[in-house]
């Protein structure tokens, strides 16, 4: 309050005007040296790289214990290896999953201005069935038995990411075109994609059927390993477009008005987000099922920690967290409780009960 | 220079905007005036290229807004609505450097810091740039948005009802600094304004719009006059003619 | 005074048309009887066969289409009072977890009681739906909401976490499998001696008739609601019990019917104005008449086998709400 009746300064604004040409550097030397300083903030960014360094120390210790721990076979003896190898395929479909999630989650929220709902309830996973389950509907078994080769990953993620645009871009045109109406349809059809694949599914032969459901569900100890490198190029090729438009989803994240203002085509940038998030979700889902809060968890916790609320920070902290989270409790329950069925089903009741203390507490929506 | 050509603008049939036609000549203050529901910020938010027209087209600066380069365009004009809701968590000084985003695109330089310096110098903002948004009251919160789009430095400034929120205190100052704005940094700056004697102290130009139409355009002095106000508010006011700048009464 | 007003606003449109009024409900009724004839007259058994035709007539035949329609019934008019209640229009018991929350109920009666009658296990089914309810009508309060629509989105989640949960405990306890067959809705099983608690839905039905204009004033809110002299929390606690036990009585009989009592009431009332008390019988015909087709249209499109009426349902609803959705986005919210 006191602010505005001290008296104000009007000399350096009127010195240095708003124009575009650089501002004369003698106008303002003592601002000059400390503005970038404070403006990067070194004690935030310090402290979110150091949270990110014990992350990714913590998701190094994990993976290790994973790989050797409790290992039958002799050191160096030919079972020991095959074990470590088996084990090493664990690993990486927990940080593929892991990395799936945790980053669709936090741009799925930042595109959709809001931090409670998480892409499955929107019904991406159900997407990815209702597209595998149609390819073994309209084309046979063949379709989906065929081994995975770069063609076919290219022409299922072709797929996937044709029927996402096609889908979100329709949801999110109109001119009044409203992101709360295209969350609640979202869900409705991620609903009635549930219903849909269900329902094809039952049409199915057995042995299709077999095919089908070997493809739709995957889990953590026993994942398809044919397809782990291809869905680990995917993560790293998704991964590297979103570390490039990190800028830009700080923009979105904004909102609408702020991000048209700010020079973003924000419906285009809204439906490529939803389409990434679709491929991150589909090759989730194809490795270990459907996931709703473990997103939310890490997407959460990663929000608090990472100090920052650019997407530089989140995205990576996010990550890292979720890596860490699911190699850990894997970890946990297999050697400590022998439960290592229940990985997810826990995680998802633990996200689950997490999420209901969280809109308990949460003051709005 | 602004120009808006047969804008028109029907929601499920219903015409809120137009057709209207308006030129806003480049540098100081335009308000647009008018009781609720005339299409004010309607108008303002179509300049804005935030919503689409049903017809006709909107320059500004020779830029045409639906089919320029959006980034182009956030060079050269930039809006600011009443509500801006979102989840992250910004401290005034992240929120300003938002700014700079057409500019440098999210990694800002020495110059883009300087210039948010400015825009938080030229808000009185310095002692709140550290601050999260939400820890700051309404009109701190206005302020900063208004900082926000000084920092774009574009020539034109569109604000929807930045006084609301603000008590008197403020909102004269925001006034002023939008005064300032104008003639030390030669903005165009239009504004929305609901109370007609800000309109009357501070602006240079006022439009007048009823019912989607505009109905009077012109100097404070020329829309200024009993007759003009009773016919685009449809209630009696009055005049004074007090110094240095003519009055409307209309309370009772 | 705000809300007398309003009623007597929205009960002017469907006077214009009470003529034809008249004739338009006994038709529904009958277009709904024809259904019926139809659904006792389709299935595998031959009902003209000599000696047992009759006898399977009342063991299977009549027990299912009186289930169909009095779960459609139910299911439609829960919609209806939750969305007074909430004064939302995408609020029913499987948006807000009314439903899997009887689920639950009903996974943890097997646990805990394995011999337990089918009586008992209705009441444990409707006691977790009706706290579940309460739960949800507690976040709905403590939470400041900027739109309706975040409503449903909240009650999704919620389900989704009940969901979570009643998945862990039929994984550890192995009873998953039963699960996915318990809780799709289906009419297969439903015989002579395993549906007649459904009755108790219709004197739910009777109790939302006359209360009907209380609910809609408690939806308006406690300030206004105690303005007009209601007493607000105990018609929140009289709805969310009569929601808690028709849907605790359908999950355990028949298992999970989503969406019909979003659609049924939707439609009734875009079609006909908001006018409530003379909508609660188009309601209950039309929940009737929508499951039993679902049920027929189940029935043959993979003769001789069942394609549970639950998926027809999740279709033919998920369907119809998105067209309702659309229709709110072209007018604007």
Redesign the interface.
């Given at each position: 309050m006191t602010l505005v009746s001290k008296t104000p300064a009007p000399a350096r604004g009127a010195q240095a005007p708003f124009v575009s040409a650089p501002a004369t550097a003698s106008s303002a030397p003592e601002l000059q040296a400390t503005a970038p300083a404070r403006a990067f903030d070194p004690d935030q960014r310090r402290k979110g790289l150091w949270r990110m360094a014990v992350l990714g120390a913590l998701a190094v210790v994990f993976a290790v214990l994973l790989l050797v721990y409790d290992n039958p076979m002799e050191v160096g003896s030919d079972g020991f290896w095959r074990i470590l190898q088996m084990r090493a395929t664990t690993v990486g479909t927990i940080v593929v999953v892991a990395f799936c999630q945790a980053v669709a989650t936090v741009i799925f929220h930042t595109a959709t201005g809001n931090r409670i709902l998480t892409p499955s309830i929107m019904g991406f996973d159900a997407l990815y069935r209702v597209i595998q389950t149609a390819l073994v509907f309209v084309f046979g078994a063949g379709a989906l038995a065929a081994t995975d080769g770069l063609p076919k990953v290219l022409v299922q993620s072709a797929i996937m990411i044709g029927f996402a645009t096609l889908l979100y871009g329709w949801l999110f045109s109109g001119r009044f075109a409203n992101l709360h109406i295209m969350l609640l349809i979202g869900v409705v059809l991620g609903a009635g994609f549930g219903s849909l694949a269900t329902f094809m599914q039952r049409l199915l032969t057995p042995s299709e059927f077999d095919v089908l459901t070997a493809r739709l569900f995957g889990n953590m100890s026993n994942s398809n390993e044919a397809y782990l490198p291809w869905a680990a190029l995917l993560c790293v090729v998704v991964g590297t477009l979103v570390w490039r438009k990190r800028h830009q989803f700080d923009v979105i994240a904004l909102g609408r008005d702020t991000a048209v203002n700010l020079g973003l085509n924000h419906r285009a940038e809204v439906i490529k987000t939803l389409v990434i998030v679709a491929v991150l979700i589909s090759v989730s889902t194809s490795m270990v099922g459907p996931m709703t809060f473990f997103g939310f968890i890490v997407a959460t916790i990663s929000y608090q920690i990472s100090k920052s609320q650019k997407h530089a920070y989140v995205l990576p902290t996010a990550a890292l967290l979720g890596v860490v989270t699911l190699l850990g409790s894997y970890f946990i329950l297999r050697h400590v409780f022998y439960a290592a069925g229940l990985v997810t089903v826990i995680i998802e009741l633990a996200g689950g009960l997490f999420f209901l203390i969280y809109l308990l507490r949460k003051g709005s929506l | 220079m602004i120009e808006v050509r047969g804008v028109h603008k029907a929601?499920?049939g219903k015409t809120v905007l137009g057709p209207v036609d308006a030129t806003i000549p480049s540098g100081g203050i335009t308000a647009l005036v008018g009781p609720n529901g005339a299409g004010k910020s309607t108008m303002l938010t179509i300049i804005?290229?935030?919503l689409?027209a049903d017809a006709g087209t909107v320059h500004v600066g020779g830029l045409d807004v639906r089919k320029a380069?959006?980034?182009?365009?956030?060079?050269t004009m930039?809006?600011?609505?009443q509500e801006?809701?979102?989840?992250?968590?910004?401290t005034v000084?992240?929120l300003v450097?938002?700014?700079r985003?057409?500019?440098s695109?999210?990694?800002?330089t020495?110059?883009d810091?300087?210039?948010?310096?400015?825009?938080l110098?030229?808000l009185?903002?310095n002692?709140?740039?550290?601050r999260f948004l939400d820890q700051l009251s309404g009109g701190q919160r206005q302020r900063a948005y208004v900082a926000m789009?000084?920092?774009?430095?574009t020539d034109y400034l569109l604000l929807d009802e930045p006084l609301n929120n603000l008590d008197m205190?403020?909102a004269v100052?925001m006034m002023k600094q939008l005064r300032?704005?104008a003639d030390?940094?030669?903005?165009t700056i239009v504004i929305v304004v609901h109370d007609i004697n800000y309109a009357a102290a501070y602006a240079d130009r006022i439009i007048a719009l009823r019912e989607g139409q505009v109905v009077h355009m012109g100097t404070p002095a020329e829309i200024m006059t009993s007759a003009v106000l009773s016919e685009v508010f449809s209630t009696n006011i009055k005049v004074l003619d007090s110094e240095p700048y003519p009055l409307a009464v209309y309370y009772r | 005074m705000t809300t007398i007003s309003t009623t007597h606003r929205t009960a002017v449109a469907p006077l214009r048309k009470r003529a034809l009024g008249r004739l338009a409900l006994p038709a529904a009724v009958a277009v709904v009887v024809g259904l019926v004839v139809l659904s006792l007259n389709v299935g595998v058994y031959d009902l003209n066969e000599e000696t047992f035709g009759s006898e399977m007539l009342w063991i299977t035949r009549v027990p299912r289409t009186a289930a169909l329609v009095l779960a459609g019934v139910a299911m439609a008019m829960c919609g209806l009072i939750m969305q007074m209640l909430t004064q939302n229009k995408f609020v029913e018991p499987s948006t807000v977890g009314t439903s899997e929350w009887a689920g639950l109920g009903l996974l943890v009666s097997f646990l805990v009681m394995p011999l337990a009658s089918l009586t008992t296990r209705i009441i444990v089914a409707s006691l977790f739906a009706f706290g579940g309810t309460m739960l949800f009508m507690a976040i709905l309060r403590r939470v400041v909401l900027r739109t309706s629509l975040i409503v449903p989105l909240i009650g999704i989640m919620l389900s989704a976490v009940v969901g979570a949960f009643s998945t862990y405990v039929a994984m550890s306890t192995e009873r998953l499998q039963m699960l996915g067959t318990w809780f799709m809705g289906s009419f297969t099983s439903v015989v002579r001696g395993r549906y007649e608690v459904l009755w108790i839905v219709a004197i739910i039905v009777v109790v939302i008739y006359i209360a009907a204009d209380r609910f809609t004033v408690a939806g308006l809110g406690e300030e206004i609601a105690t303005n007009v002299g209601l007493n607000y929390r105990r018609m929140m606690i009289i709805g969310t019990t009569l929601v808690a036990l028709a849907t605790g009585v359908t999950t355990v009989v028949v298992g999970f019917l989503p969406f019909l009592g979003l659609v049924v009431p939707n439609l009734v009332s875009m079609i006909r104005g908001d006018d409530l008390r003379s909508n609660i019988p188009w309601v209950c015909v039309g929940g009737a008449g929508l499951i039993i087709a679902c049920d027929i249209l189940g029935r043959v499109v993979r003769y001789p086998f069942e394609v549970p009426v639950a998926m027809i349902l999740g279709l033919f609803g998920a369907a119809v709400f998105i067209v309702l959705l659309l229709r709110q986005r072209r007018v604007g919210v």
């Open positions: - | 929601y499920s804005g290229r935030l689409e380069d959006s980034r182009t365009l956030a060079r930039s809006i600011l609505r801006n809701h979102f989840v992250t968590r910004l000084r992240q450097g938002f700014g985003f057409p500019h695109g999210g990694r800002l020495k110059h810091h300087e210039m948010v310096n400015q825009a110098e030229f009185d903002l002692d709140l740039a550290d789009v000084l920092a774009q430095d205190q403020h100052a300032r704005a030390e940094l030669g903005k | -």
